[in-house]
């Protein structure tokens, strides 16, 4: 028995790769692997870095400068200010939303910081929501009432003497 080895045959037109076509190759994987990890690092940190300013955005619109009833209202002193200002019953002021117990939870939280007084929406008789009502109550029975020219407002981080 002979360990001699048949010689290969080669197909047509088919040349042995030299050593320099092989690094080449090479050479072109380990780029695009190269450029394939980067390109996955770079996405997971500009995601992490996106999350983080969302969360950041979504932490400061949590914040309000005040409240006020109805969207009209708080429109225009949103606009004056600049600052962010909760529509307490949304449109007019008949819709129950904000809760007494949502707004209580607001201001315990320090998300609200003034209540501006007047500008009652709210429909009569049996139209729409008396929350408005409920707040305004809640608010004037428990902190500091002040008055600057023709505005009155309360101060929701300062508790009423009485």
Not at 10 to 28: H, I, N, Y
Not at 35 to 50: D, E, K, P
Not at 88 to 96: A, K, L, M, T, V
Request: a positive charge; proline letters at 3%.
């Amino acid at each position: 028995m002979s360990t001699r080895r048949r010689p290969r045959t080669q197909k047509r037109g088919r040349q042995p790769r030299t050593l320099r076509t092989r690094l080449v190759v090479s050479a072109v994987a380990l780029i695009a692997v190269v450029c394939a990890v980067i390109g996955t690092v770079t996405t997971i940190a500009l995601s992490r870095h996106l999350d983080h300013q969302k969360n950041a955005q979504v932490i400061v619109a949590g914040r309000r400068a005040a409240g006020l009833i109805g969207s009209q209202n708080a429109a225009s002193y949103q606009l004056a200010t600049g600052d962010p200002v909760m529509a307490i019953g949304g449109f007019n002021g008949s819709d129950p939303s904000p809760t007494l117990a949502q707004f209580q939870k607001y201001v315990a939280q320090g998300r609200i910081r003034y209540f501006i007084a007047g500008g009652f929406g709210g429909g009569g008789g049996n139209i729409g929501s008396d929350v408005g009502s409920q707040i305004s109550s809640w608010v004037e029975k428990n902190f500091k009432k002040v008055t600057v020219g023709s505005a009155t407002f309360y101060d929701l981080t300062q508790k009423s003497a009485g």
